[in-house]
């Protein structure tokens, strides 16, 4: 399988060639309702995760939703 390199909240990591945003939460762990997914500055929204096709160099931030108070 080949394999593409993305930047993940920071870091250079690997991934498959093909995998969409959706794929990604499975493969980094994350929770879907948890999480807000921003790929090279865009907002990708829940229902578009699936369709949303990651590419060499893209930028990935993943970002957790924390309560408090």
């Not at 969409?20 to 309702?33: E, F, P």
């Not at 921003?38 to 957790?64: C, F, G, M, Y």
């Amino acid at each position: 399988m080949k394999m593409i390199t993305i930047t993940l909240n920071g870091e250079r990591t690997g991934i498959p060639e093909g995998s969409s945003v959706l794929d990604l939460l499975s493969i980094a762990g994350a929770d879907r309702k948890q999480v807000a997914v921003v790929v090279n500055e865009t907002i990708i929204r829940p229902a578009d995760r699936s369709a949303t096709t990651l590419k060499e160099n893209d930028q990935v931030d993943l970002l957790v939703f924390a309560g408090g108070g």
